[in-house]
């Protein structure tokens, strides 16, 4: 068995870091390929460096993990992986136990895996966390006919105008929903419009006259992300009284359409299973299929 070392991340591992997670999402189907770029602007935004921790053999790293993804209300995201090769050697108990002593005893803390890695999901029940929620991972072609969808609202694709009413349309639109954290315009606004990952021309919204009432926002799947990367529609959302007047599936055609046209090979979502709006169902209907679930677990409750 090769020894394993623990240490500190340093912007100078944000190649290795990349590849590491590259590897590991090509293997095993955890995570997204990111690139040296996608690294360093995480260590800038999200994670500084010394907040990773890398499991080093040979030389190179073999396993990863963040303690400082934090998002607004101080909920931590914790990802990390392991190599398939350096698996069953206490590596990920060692990353899960330190991400867990970071955080300490209180808060909000998400941590998941795949539906079929068994191994994962044993790790995370030992380490005393509790499965909450499943979300599924789904994709489309844009170039397959898209599904006829019609409202009596106006759809119109995104401007930088819009950023205020979307912000207010999605803090309502997304106030029942599990797990959903306020925040506020400027958070919001840097986050997500603001941020490097959107893509403007595929993303749209809803119109009742004066009001924006629905939404539906595209991103890159990663800051650099290249041509054989989906595009991810990460916010689908209708302010309660205008639900079902069928503004998500207008949005979502016209997203399929713009998709077509731009030469996107991939569309791809994320969306509660659980969810109580019929999201999931709306979804099949416009044309997406399940890939995978993730398995979300969190502190076990009482």
């Known amino acids: 068995m090769t020894a394993v070392t623990y240490r500190p991340a340093t912007t100078a591992d944000a190649a290795a870091l990349a590849r590491l997670r590259t590897r590991i999402s090509e293997t095993s189907g955890h995570g997204r390929p990111v690139t040296e770029a996608d690294v360093l602007h995480e260590f800038t935004t999200v994670a500084p460096p010394e907040t990773v921790l890398l499991a080093i053999a040979d030389d190179a790293p073999v396993g990863w993990a963040y303690s400082a993804v934090i998002a607004p209300g101080g909920r931590r995201f914790l990802p990390g992986g392991v190599l398939p090769d350096f698996r069953g050697q206490g590596i990920g108990r060692h990353l899960v136990i330190w991400q867990l ?118 991103y890159r799947a990663t800051v650099s992300a290249g041509e054989d990367m989906p595009i991810v529609i990460e916010q689908v959302g209708t302010r309660v009284a205008w639900r ?59």
């Open 101 to 218: 002593d970071v955080c300490g005893p209180e808060g909000d803390l998400v941590i998941g895996c795949r539906g079929t890695d068994e191994q994962t999901l044993r790790l995370l029940r030992r380490a005393g966390l509790t499965p909450n929620r499943e979300f599924l991972w789904m994709t489309r072609d844009p170039a397959l006919p898209t599904v006829p969808a019609s409202t009596d609202l106006t759809v119109r694709g995104y401007h930088p105008g819009d950023d205020h009413p979307l912000w207010v349309a999605h803090q309502e639109a997304f106030a029942d929903h599990f797990g959903f954290l306020p925040s506020s315009f400027e958070d919001w606004a840097a986050q997500w419009p603001g941020g490097p990952r959107f893509r403007p021309d595929l993303s749209f919204a809803a119109w009742d006259g004066d009001d924006l009432v629905a939404f539906a926002l595209s």
């Open 244 to 302: 079902g007047r069928g503004a998500a599936g207008a949005l979502l055609a016209s997203i399929v359409d713009a998709a077509r046209e731009a030469g996107v090979g991939q569309l791809a979502l994320n969306v509660d299973a659980a969810n109580e709006s019929g999201a999931v169902k709306l979804y099949e209907r416009a044309g997406f299929a399940e890939s995978f679930r993730r398995v979300q677990f969190g502190r076990a409750s009482g």
